[in-house]
């Protein structure tokens, strides 16, 4: 019933075992296959020898006293409440507070021991070089006189160095688990943050100086023509393949198409169009915005928490949703009169471009600078993602401290495009021949699988939930070139990342803080997206109906006989699996014990950006 077999159902009403076993009798070992004679002849030898070897057995006793079947619903009910304990620990692993996870650690911080072993062909070296940039994370810059929080670049690019007295400067990891444990997915890892005061007084005082490029304008084109038979759309602009090409020659002025190639500005009349009200907002200055999306109904907004009141007092949460999101909001009457639900400022996205709502989430992903014309920094969260530690504090971490602008954490698991491509086609992300396709045209322009000798890159695969970003030309060209990609091939921006990175990075002096994805785990909580979690509820609230008892005498017992009998043993069986197969299933009709079957708690899908993407 929950997977596991309870032995011969044969016991039942005290018959003997009829398959494949053996009876003692008058000092002799009689098959099973003689026990018609047996019972005609050696009446007495069973009734002597035979009940002193049943007396003995401890089980017999049981079975005498309160009959097999009984015995095999508290087996289940002991099998049921085990489970239930064990489940307890699994099915609620990503709701574990922040602090036990930070004391715990991780079991998928060191990426050799994902699922105990090398996950990818150079693992290992790659655990040596994490292991050795994680130790040395705070060697790109050093604290300057004075107040003591002010950070300046020294020595080489990567290398940087904390004084002895600042709060992080002795933290390290510690060391990764035993790899003989058992795999129970990717965990946050601590991080050492800085005060949110501190954190607040290592914002740069101006912005960070643009390698090579410093003036960024973008195609507009009221009636762009498709002239080439690739993808594409309207809202892009369908750029060439030349045009594609030039963009990545960077020069000190550049126009490229970056979206919203219509209208007057970005959000009127472009596609992907806000209210008047909302275009005024999205046009003030801010040094620090968090953004996010809901489209097409597909998550439940995530309340921040943990965010200091400075942080609530400067810095606003951006919520982007459709129109679809926005009726299903209103009717649950999450979403009023205001255009607030708790910490997000709500704004409605009219006239979206794509019919694909995860489509239509990479414009405020990666676009932000359209959007958001006068801000200085950025945080994008994607909309399954719950924000757990002060913008301030993750923004001093990953870009302040690492003197970096543009930071994304790496994938937990895969580093390499065409193994992240497989695993898409393999999870149904998208259409096999369309990620074929884009594949096969980076192999041209000269994508190569990822290997040691692209250190100090040490990955070619992001996980893109999270985009730490500070505005200026040379990122948002990045993320213009990303969107482009993301426009014209699938729309699975793990796979076009590293061809648009290393073309950059080709031209200019310009690098990405790929940070682990652990780091990422410890600021962020991920959450199922919508759909499996009203699957889980409707599971939980309106359990399989029961068989029905009625007409039967209680306490007692139909007697079966013969193939009636075994008959009806394998029809149970057979509902039994196929319960089973369902993750329910029901232990005994008159008891009406359910249980969860182990693997049903066990092999919940592992949440990540991808999976849940």
């Given at each position: ?12 009403n ?7 076993c ?6 002799k ?15 007495k ?22 009959g ?10 002991a099998?049921?409440l085990l489970?239930?304990?064990?489940g307890?620990?699994v099915?609620?692993?990503e ?11 991780t ?15 150079g693992a ?14 705070f ?6 006189g004075?107040?003591g ?22 933290f ?13 997915g990717?965990?946050?890892?601590p ?12 914002m ?33 602009g ?23 190639v ?7 009349q ?6 008047e ?20 109904n ?24 459709d ?21 997000w ?61 543009f ?41 190569t699988?990822?290997?040691?000798a692209?250190?100090?890159?040490t ?13 200026i030309?040379?990122t ?24 648009v990175?290393?073309k950059v ?10 940070f ?7 600021f ?7 759909d ?58 008159q008891t ?22």
């Open positions: 019933m929950t997977g596991g077999s309870l032995g011969p159902r044969t016991w039942n005290g018959s003997l075992p009829n398959i494949n053996v009876i003692a009798g008058g000092g070992l009689l098959h099973s296959k003689n026990l018609v004679n047996v019972r005609k002849n050696s009446t030898v069973l009734s002597v020898s035979g009940v002193r070897e049943k007396e003995r057995s401890l089980p017999s006793v049981w079975c005498r006293c309160l097999c079947r009984n015995i095999s619903v508290l087996l289940l009910i099998f049921a489970v239930f304990v064990l307890s620990f099915v609620n692993k709701s574990i507070s922040l602090n036990v996870d930070q004391q715990i650690g079991l998928s911080m060191v990426l050799p021991y994902v699922n105990g072993a090398p996950s990818n062909p290992s070296w790659i655990e040596k070089k994490d292991k050795q940039k994680d130790e040395n994370y060697v790109a810059n050093i604290l300057k004075g107040d929080n002010e950070f300046q670049t020294v020595g080489s690019k990567g290398e940087s160095v904390l004084p002895s007295n600042h709060p992080c400067a002795k390290t990891f510690p060391p990764p688990p035993p790899p003989t444990l058992r795999r129970i990717p965990r946050p890892c991080v050492c943050y800085l005060p949110v005061d501190q954190a607040m007084a290592s740069p005082s101006s912005p960070s100086a643009s390698p090579v490029l410093h003036d960024l304008t973008y195609v507009h084109d009221e009636n762009p023509i498709k002239s080439e038979p690739h993808r594409g759309s309207d809202f892009g369908y750029p060439s393949l030349k045009q594609r090409n030039d963009s990545f020659d960077i020069k000190e002025s550049m126009t490229v198409h970056c979206g919203f219509k209208g007057s500005k970005p959000g009127q472009t596609g992907f169009n806000f209210d009200s909302d275009l005024t907002e999205l046009q003030q200055f801010h040094d620090i915005i968090v953004a996010s999306a809901i489209f097409g597909y998550d439940v907004i995530q309340q921040p928490r943990n965010i200091s009141e400075e942080a609530k007092k400067n810095i606003p949460f951006y919520m982007f949703i129109e679809e999101t926005e009726a299903y909001l209103r009717n649950k009457s999450i979403l009023e009169s205001g255009k607030r639900v708790g910490l400022r709500i704004v409605v996205v009219h006239n979206v471009p794509y019919s694909d709502a995860r489509r239509n989430g990479k414009v405020p992903k990666l676009l932000l600078h359209r959007i958001f014309p006068n801000v200085r920094y950025s945080i994008w969260i994607d909309g399954k993602l719950q924000l757990v530690v002060d913008p301030y504090q993750i923004l001093e971490k990953f870009l302040w401290r690492q003197n970096a602008n930071a994304i954490s790496r994938h937990y698991r895969r580093f390499d495009v065409f193994v992240e491509a497989e695993a898409n086609k393999a999870a149904g992300k998208y259409d096999n021949s369309s990620i074929d396709e884009q594949v096969d045209f980076y192999k041209i322009e000269g994508l699988p990822y290997s040691e692209k250190l100090p890159i990955s070619d695969v992001p996980e893109g939930c999270v985009l730490i970003k500070e505005h030309p040379i948002n060209l990045f993320t213009c070139l990303w969107f482009n990609e993301v426009d014209r091939f699938t729309s699975r921006d793990q796979l076009s990342f590293a061809i990175r290393d990075m080709a031209k200019v002096d310009w690098n990405i803080n790929m682990l994805d652990c780091e990422r785990r410890n962020v909580i991920q959450a199922y997206h919508r499996l979690l009203e699957t889980f509820a409707a599971v939980t609230r309106h359990p399989p109906a029961l068989p029905s008892i009625r007409g039967r005498t209680p306490g007692k017992r139909v007697t079966r006989r013969g193939r009636d009998r075994r008959s009806g043993s394998r029809r149970r069986r057979k509902n039994a699996a196929d319960a089973i197969a369902r993750g329910v299933t029901d232990a005994d009709p009406h014990v359910l249980a969860v079957s182990l693997p049903t708690l066990l092999d919940l899908p592992e949440v990540d950006c991808l999976m849940m993407d």
